[in-house]
């Protein structure tokens, strides 16, 4: 079965400073990744997907951006957060829609 | 496009009760389902998913869902809940292909008391 790392866990940043969140899979090659932010009250929102190594694509635009330098690493990144930003954020992947995602255990990001 | 709608956003009941938690969709094409449950500062962990076959499908910690077709409906469901079960729980749709992410409900949080 799929492992999935995330870290930081929780981070606090200042407005105006930049991000870079990472998260690994174990368990599975060429897996499809996933970034989810979820806010409070308001379900989870894609944010970007990838079916492959350098594939990004971005379902909302603002001024997060994602890479994907390995297989099985998968980076969101800012040079500028926002106070919008604040929320938890999820990978997630998966090795073919009917199997279902595999989420990691999130990271918790405040913008102050 | 696909789009899942979660009918209530709080579920409060007492510990041995029965539960339901309602879920529809909508779509123009066929569609895998699946529930999350999502405890306090976690990621989300996969209860149960249809794929075909049977509509009644039953997955982790004593839950099951009915799919219903003609409803566009995949409600879940627990006989007896317990306090552990209080979290929220997410409902998913994701179009039949490999690569399309899955389309969340807004969660119905689920809380158990005593």
């Known amino acids: 079965s799929q492992t999935i790392h995330q870290w930081p866990a929780t981070l606090v940043q200042p407005v105006g400073s930049p991000l870079s969140l990472e998260c690994t899979v174990e368990?599975?090659?060429?897996?499809?990744l996933y970034w989810y932010r979820q806010a409070a009250g308001r379900g989870l929102q894609l944010l970007f997907y990838?079916?492959?190594?350098?594939?990004i694509s971005s379902e909302v635009p603002q001024n997060l951006s994602a890479s994907r330098p390995q297989d099985r690493q998968f980076i969101l990144s800012s040079k500028k957060l926002l106070l919008s930003d604040s929320g938890f954020y999820l990978c997630?992947?998966?090795?073919?829609?009917?199997?279902?995602?595999?989420f990691g255990p999130g990271t918790r990001l405040t913008v102050t | 496009a696909q789009s899942v709608t979660q009918l209530d956003s709080q579920v409060p009941v007492f510990e041995e009760a029965p539960v339901e938690l309602r879920c529809n969709y909508s779509?123009?094409?066929?569609?895998?389902l699946f529930w999350y449950v999502q405890y306090p500062n976690q990621g989300l962990q996969l209860l149960l998913k249809?794929?075909?076959?049977?509509?009644l499908v039953k997955g982790i910690n004593g839950f099951e869902a009915e799919f219903n077709k003609s409803q566009t409906s995949f409600h879940l469901r627990k006989p007896s809940v317990h306090i552990s079960d209080t979290a929220e729980y997410f409902c998913?749709?994701?179009?039949?292909?490999?690569?399309?992410?899955?389309?969340f409900g807004k969660g119905t949080t689920l809380s158990v008391s005593s």
């Open positions: 997630a992947a998966d090795s073919g829609g009917y199997l279902g995602q595999y």
């Open positions: 368990g599975t090659s060429n897996p499809n």
């Open positions: 990838s079916v492959g190594i350098g594939q």
């Open positions: 779509s123009s094409v066929s569609v895998y």
């Open positions: 249809y794929l075909s076959g049977s509509t």
């Open positions: 998913a749709v994701s179009v039949i292909q490999a690569g399309t992410a899955l389309i």
